[in-house]
């Protein structure tokens, strides 16, 4: 495959889309909690459309698109999503292809490894424990880490500085817009998985560095030796 090759001390990853195939889970939380609050579900695709920028904004968008509801209503119903989606989390989550070879690879070169994920820590760091992944990286950046989430560049910079590298001797790797943005904002390349949720966006319209039909195509871009 080719494309670009960088030099990094640190390997950056998102979550949700990008490591791990969670949209069975994030579903069945998000249809328990519209049932919960007598609204009709919604389907796993309309659902996919809506992942990228944390579970507040999964909510707000169950609850609003092509309907209404108060802030108040929406309150409500984070609060209830967080409830179903503690117990369902990891149930039907899967590994992407390519993704623990290539977690191996890097950690036997040892790179520097991070989560910098949109979701919340309470779900971030059991889900990763879960699915047996937690061991690979020394950072997590959560969606609650710090006041501001992705596509702010603060995430990628507060992870850097965690890793003790700077932005520029780092690589993103993502499946989104949000991904892309704090990438640039941070001054780092970014790639992107095109199997993600990009948020209903076609992920070949997004400015990157490359793009990534599996996993395992991060070490074509990456100089090990």
Request: with cysteine; glycine share 6%.
């Given at each position: 495959m080719s494309g670009p090759?960088?030099?990094?001390?640190?390997?950056?990853?998102?979550?949700?889309?990008?490591?791990?195939?969670?949209?069975?889970?994030?579903?069945?939380?998000?249809?328990?909690?519209?049932?919960?609050?007598?609204?009709?579900?919604?389907?796993?695709?309309?659902?996919?459309?809506?992942?990228?920028?944390?579970?507040?904004?999964?909510?707000?968008?169950?609850?609003?698109?092509?309907?209404?509801?108060?802030e108040a209503e929406i309150e409500t119903a984070i609060s209830v999503f967080r409830q179903h989606y503690a117990l369902v989390n990891g149930r039907t989550t899967r590994i992407y292809p390519g993704v623990t070879e290539v977690l191996d690879a890097l950690r036997a070169s040892r790179f520097k490894l991070a989560v910098v994920t949109n979701k919340a820590g309470d779900f971030t760091l059991p889900l990763l424990e879960r699915m047996g992944l937690s061991a690979y990286f020394d950072v997590v950046v959560s969606g609650d880490t710090l006041p501001v989430k992705k596509p702010d560049p603060a995430v990628l910079h507060h992870a850097c500085e965690l890793l003790q590298v700077e932005a520029a001797e780092a690589l993103m790797i993502g499946d989104s817009q949000n991904d892309a943005l704090a990438a640039r904002g941070a001054g780092m390349p970014v790639l992107l998985v095109t199997y993600g949720y990009s948020e209903g966006m076609p992920v070949d319209s997004i400015e990157c560095d490359g793009l990534l039909s599996n996993a395992i195509h991060v070490l074509d871009h990456i100089d090990r030796s």
């Open positions: 090759r960088f030099s990094p001390r640190a390997v950056l990853f998102d979550l949700d889309g990008t490591l791990l195939d969670t949209i069975g889970d994030l579903a069945e939380a998000a249809n328990l909690m519209l049932a919960e609050l007598s609204r009709p579900a919604r389907s796993q695709d309309e659902i996919h459309s809506f992942v990228g920028k944390g579970l507040p904004n999964l909510v707000r968008r169950c609850m609003t698109e092509d309907a209404q509801a108060t």
